[in-house]
């Protein structure tokens, strides 16, 4: 079978992006890549290898199916941490695999417990905190209960990590909350130092909180767009502007480009609808080229009318609405396209490149929506 598409994956680039984080963070923090999301979309299995091949010995999952597939790809031993989604009858093998893993209630935390005793195996947990995120942690107000029971239980569990999420640190109108959050998280820390519950890890910061807010880095930064290569927002990029290596200098490099080919060329008359419905005509006589991808493949129907591709080097506008399968292209202008030319839906052609901020820009999508809605079986292949 030969896929309407493809996806490439650069190496180089995330190793790019990897050298400006670590140039933010430090020699000694540990980066931990996040490949949630089947990995923003860039594929897991190709994303382990992208990983690790950049020095990366730590993956971060939502969900268990996710840790598994990263463990089946890594040829390093790293380590693997799920921050969300597991079965109760998942636990034993994770534990038995050395996959950590959140716990944010006591239900879990018993039932961690429990497992790991009658496996004779310490499992892996991190505590997550409630800090003012309101999605997963525990309370405030369960301090002491929690401290106690990691007292009782400590030679049973290994305490990986004492972690916590921010609530929007990509966005300066979230600053009081996120500023509330980080003294939440210390005092909680604090609290439990006091008691000597003492942590391997103390982590919190996502890309934002990394980039923006220095006293979130720790021992550990969990890091999913920016390694992607793409701001958290744009003014994420603007607050860091002056302070890049060098100057002015979009140091984060995008590791996707999005290609497929012209599948038939088409003359249309002036007048003529393009399309389902109503929403082109043709204003001149036109020429079109037909490419199969769709909103079936993740292209969103609201690049109606909207989008842009390149082909020939030149860009050219999406005319009609986005059909499951295809979409048509304004190629009037170009000269000698043929059927099986080149079509780039996000990357470089020649000089000239469509960025996923572009899209995204258009269709309101955030850049992490778009990635994620890539579907997995466009084939995907990482490019050194
Ligand atoms: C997704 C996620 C991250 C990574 O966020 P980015 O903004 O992509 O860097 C970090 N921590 C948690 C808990 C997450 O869910």
Redesign the pocket.
Known sequence: MIATSFLEISARAYRQNIRYIRSEIGPKTVISA?V?GNA?GHGIQQMVEVVEKAGIRHF?T?SSDEAWEVLKYSKKKSEIMI?GMLYPEELADLIKAGISFYVFDFQRLELAVTISKSLGIPGKIHIELETGFHRTGFEWSSRERLAKALLADSSHISLEGLCT?FAGA?SISNFVRVKSQIEVYLRFREYFTQKEVLFKKYHTA???ATLVFPETIMDMV?????GYGFW?TKETFYAKLHSLPKANKNPLKRLITWKSTVMSIKQVKKGEFIGYGNSFMALNNMRLAIVPVGYGHGYSRLLSNQGQVLIGGQYCQVVGTVMMNAIALNITKLKNIEVGDEVVLIGKQGNKEITVASFSESTQQVN?ELLTRLPKDIPRKVIS
């Open positions: 996040v949630k923003y971060s939502f921050m999420h990509e996502c890309s934002a969990r890091i999913g767009i920016a958290p992490y």
